[in-house]
């Protein structure tokens, strides 16, 4: 049984991944520790690695532009277990917030991840015209599934 963190309203949760040297909606190869779903006018993070959370930092970057902005930024301590589901809420009472907009949903790559002490839970995604799958989790591979960690 998985369980639901928060209720939702701000549009990503992600963490800050490097992406210097990296083209517009590159994608890593195979499924990621982290998916994503959409909800409403929010994204959903599915973590499917256990981690005690430091920093939560989520970044897109436009079909028209190499530049990754930084729309997520908060910090604190939280453990977390395969599972779990992050949703603005969430992040809002269990970090302190330091930065928090509102991405576009359509046509943009998202840096998603959670950083840690020792590393980091890392997805990257490519987000079409469409937009992101509300019925299903989209994973670092672009294959979506019905489950968080299919």
Known sequence: MHKRAGGGAILTLMVLISAAGCGPFTVPMGPGPIAVKGDGNSIEMGVCAPALVTRVVGEYQSSDSKEWVTFLEAEGEV???????????????????????TPPLHDVGLNIGLEYADGALLGLYSVDGDGLPTDRWLHNDESLTTGVCA
């Open 79 to 101: 453990q977390l277990a395969r599972g779990d589901i992050l949703t603005a809420d969430f992040i809002s009472e269990n970090f302190d917030v330091i930065l928090s907009e």
